[in-house]
């Protein structure tokens, strides 16, 4: 890609299919990490890693000191981290990391009626942030599956609402979140290979021989000496989903099933479960913390 400036769309490499097409899904990644690589060796390129994952993982406490004490939400970060660490490699998906914990601030902010930056509406900032995201992993379909949870989330507490005026207020925050989604599944298509990007991922991630052949595409051994805290986040999130649910808030639901479902089929997605798992499992353990206090 440096050296002639484009990026491929047919095979290089192979003898046995040689000029076949070519996705390279995440070729920005790649540039980024050449360059690191051609600058500073390999260790640049480690040091570059590391800082993504603090950055992730510091932007993660902060959301969830939002919505608990500081001792509560390091807690949980520091748990959703350690699960998280059966995935940490030198590998593009670290970027798909930070943009679900990016996503997740402006969705929260959102959330909260902060609706406006610059005069323009919060959630433009999904759009832009997808087409970059699409061009350093394939994780961008993770964006766009967020914000359609919480679409979902907002669709629930309408169907449930006690009046009118809830049922309005929940039809109108899904109708910003579906209309996001919508933006940002078409930001994706700003990529070297348009739609052909999606109908290849999805292809990749429903083949069978994947799921059954690769480590990653399996489900997490729970001998893993990791495993434990993935348990423990498990088990809290559940917890926090039912408490929700008696709340009639069915956002924080929506978004553990979907991405608790996606951890126990494949140990590449508990990082992903474990940063959205936190914020709510934080909030819950700082409620039942307050109630438990003032039963005493």
Known sequence: ILANHRVPVSDLFSFSKPGQIWYAWEWLAEVVWAWLVAHGGLATLVLFCALLISATYTMLYRLARRKANPLVALAVTMIAAAASSVHWLARPHLFTLLFVVLFYIVLERERDGRRQVFGAPFLLLLPALTVVWTNLHGGFVAGIAMTGAYAAGELLRMAFAAGAPERLAAWGAA????????????????????????????????????SDHIAEFLTVSFHHPLA??????????????????????????????????????????????AIVAAPPVAAALERWIESLARSN
Not at 231 to 240: K, N, Q
Not at 244 to 259: H, Q, Y
Request: hydrophobic fraction near 60%.
């Open 228 to 273: 434990i805290f993935f348990e423990v986040l498990l088990l809290g999130a559940a917890a926090t989903a039912a408490w929700n649910l008696s709340r009639r808030s069915f956002i924080e639901p929506v978004l553990i099933v979907l991405w608790a479902h996606g951890a126990l089929l494949a140990a590449r997605n508990i990082p992903l479960f």
């Open 175 to 210: 109708r910003r979140y579906l209309l996001a989604s919508l933006f940002c599944l078409a930001a994706s298509l700003v990529n070297p290979y348009t739609y052909h990007l999606h109908v290849h991922v999805f292809q990749y991630l429903l083949d069978p021989f994947q």
